[in-house]
């Protein structure tokens, strides 16, 4: 049986290792923490898609959005050809056991979200990423074919070169997290799933396994990045808990939630007197983000981020208000129950109490440049690379432009997911040779890791330095010092590497100070602003 290694076991990884498995390939999944930690597992809003394919005028508007948001950078042939398929692939969702809200009649209930024009999100309430890791992962654990492993960190990629131009994939290194060692993976193809990278940042709303792995590993292989200064950020995270960063959905914006500055919030105040429900006063008349988007608080992310960041210099204030006050406080609280329990936990009603929000770190537009089905470019001669295939928000694919639209990333993982495990299962491969023996991982001469405090520093200061000097707003003076900065912290990673058995969170601040550094060189690559990029020396 044909065998292909799967690093990540998200929507993505998931969706890939149940296509393969089904085509009777042996399917084995590795993941580095728990089967469902992923961002997937944490998404809220929803997914976005056209399930009627005959309804034309609904997927132009699709289309056309993710155009806007992506301020015309994206690939439109990529976008028109998501969209279309994105009824298929909702569906498989729908088949694979997902189950989307719906209205009383039994209807799905669309939704709205930032820079989208009409309601086309399909959601479970606030919680539509567990809704589709759960039910994936039940499916997975359930496929005679497929082999789970989690607390197995894929290391690197094991190549060779095929001819003078071209490399193919042997397989992958694996720190096997239990057992403290790594082991040799061999394999047909590689798909790597392993999701962004917005551990790189202070503030995030990433769980802790988004360390940009797959891209570090991907460009040591001699992977083509692409358009990695495009970083999103999120506008609204809640500002409560030094800790925790959590999401406030744009859903909540999207169902009426209005941004405003405390200032804004006090003249509101004033001008509603005791009637929040006073339709003579609109509330997002009196947002901030009306300077800077005839959408207001539902202009796209990287609008949005930018004014809260502007306004927040010009007041000294630490977050923003989102108010919910105006709206239906029952039907808030039932449709958003997860982001109600959260705030309730830091005494505050969704409906009732304005909530702090501030933005954080949450996509990576950019990553592993790969082609319409998922194949892996070799930067040194544009070529693919053999077998080896990135999907999912490791991936860069030309859609999101620079930036990208509210609940199009789940559609694109799951799109490309079904791309990438058709090519690579449709096409006669020879099967692997077990006697083709595999190099083993350079453990000789490695000795145990000593001052692990110092990784601690490195990592907080890593984390600081990406959040201050390459943030939403960024200029040439903060890009160039970053960029100082990490290679410092790069040759003190470096040498510990060299010498230590690598350990987990050694493996991870290397991965992010290698990724942290593309994203610096690009972001002083790029001289006119465009999307989420934006210097303030910068021209236009
Ligand atoms: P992930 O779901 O992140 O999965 C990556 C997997 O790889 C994980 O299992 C991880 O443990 C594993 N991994 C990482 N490194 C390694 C390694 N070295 N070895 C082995 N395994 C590894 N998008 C939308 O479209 N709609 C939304 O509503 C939405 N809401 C969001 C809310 C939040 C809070 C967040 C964080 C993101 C949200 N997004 C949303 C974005 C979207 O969830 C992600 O882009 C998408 O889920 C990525 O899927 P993925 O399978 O590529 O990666
Ligand atoms: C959200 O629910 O606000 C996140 C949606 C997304 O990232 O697409």
Redesign the pocket.
């Known amino acids: 049986m044909p065998r292909v290694v799967l690093?990540?076991?998200?929507?993505?990884?998931l969706f890939a290792a149940l296509t393969c498995a089904n085509a009777g390939w042996d399917v084995c999944v590795?993941?580095?923490?728990s089967l469902e930690?992923?961002?997937?597992?944490?998404?809220?809003?929803?997914?976005?898609g056209i399930l009627d394919k005959t309804n034309l005028s609904g997927k132009e508007t699709h289309i056309r959005d993710t155009l806007e948001a992506g301020d015309g950078y994206c690939d439109e042939d990529i976008v028109r050809d998501v969209v279309d398929e994105a009824g298929d692939r909702i569906r498989d969702l729908i088949n694979a056991g997902v189950n989307f809200q719906t209205d009383l009649k039994g209807n799905f209930d669309y939704i709205k979200e930032g820079g989208h024009s009409q309601n086309i999100i399909l959601h479970a309430k606030d919680s539509?990423?567990k809704e589709i890791e759960t039910a994936l992962l039940s499916k997975a654990t359930k496929h005679p074919n497929i082999e789970l492993l989690s607390n197995?960190?894929?290391?690197d990629l094991i190549l060779r070169d095929r001819n003078s131009v071209e490399k193919e994939i042997l397989g992958l290194w694996v720190f096997n997290i239990d057992k403290g060692i790594v082991e040799t993976f061999a394999s047909d193809a590689v798909i790597l799933?392993?999701?962004?990278g917005?551990q790189l940042f202070s503030r995030t709303?990433?769980?802790s396994?988004?360390?940009a792995?797959?891209m570090a590993?991907a460009f040591r292989a001699g992977a083509k990045l692409s358009d990695m200064e495009f970083v999103q950020f999120h506008p609204t995270s809640a500002a409560l808990d030094s800790n925790q960063t959590f999401?406030i959905?744009e859903a909540v914006r999207g169902f009426g939630g209005v941004l405003m500055t405390k200032s804004n919030y006090k003249s509101w105040e004033k001008a509603h007197g005791k009637n929040t429900s006073n339709t003579m006063v609109k509330p997002e008349d009196f947002s901030f983000t009306k300077k800077y988007s005839k959408l207001g608080s539902l202009a796209t992310r990287d609008i949005v981020a930018r004014a809260i960041d502007h306004e927040l210099n010009i007041s000294g204030d630490d977050y923003v208000l989102l108010i919910t006050e105006h709206l239906d406080k029952q039907e808030l609280q039932t449709r958003f129950p997860t982001i109600n329990n959260f705030l309730l936990k830091h005494g505050i009603k969704l409906g009732i109490d304005p909530i702090p929000v501030v933005p954080a770190a949450?996509?990576f537009v950019g990553g592993i440049s790969v082609n319409k089905i998922g194949q892996v470019v070799n930067s040194a001669t544009e070529n693919i690379i053999s077998g080896l295939y990135a999907?999912?928000?490791?991936a860069c694919t030309g859609m999101h432009g620079a930036n990208r639209l509210?609940?199009?990333?789940?559609?694109e993982?799951v799109v490309y997911s079904s791309r990438a495990s058709l090519n690579l299962t449709n096409n006669i491969i020879v099967p692997f040779d077990d006697s083709n023996v595999l190099p083993d991982w350079r453990a000789d001469g490695l000795e145990s890791l000593v001052d692990h405090y110092s990784l601690v520093d490195d990592l907080k200061s890593l984390k600081m330095t990406m959040s201050r000097d390459v943030g939403v707003v960024r200029s040439n003076r903060r890009l160039n010092r970053a960029l100082r900065r990490v290679n410092l912290i790069e040759n003190e990673v470096e040498l510990a590497w060299e010498s230590s058995i690598p350990t987990r969170p050694l493996i991870e601040l290397r991965n992010m100070v290698q990724i942290s550094k593309i994203i610096i060189e690009s972001a002083l690559k790029r001289k006119e602003n465009l999307g989420l990029h934006y210097n303030e020396d910068n021209l236009s």
């Not at 197995?152 to 290391?155: E, I, M, S």
């Open positions: 690093a990540g076991s998200g929507i993505a990884g590795i993941t580095k923490q930690e992923s961002s997937t597992n944490y998404a809220q809003g929803g997914i976005a539509t990423g197995h960190l894929a290391l799933a392993t999701g962004g917005g709303t990433n769980p396994v988004a360390t792995d797959g590993m999401l959905s949450h996509y999907i999912g928000e490791v509210a609940s199009n990333s789940l559609l993982a």
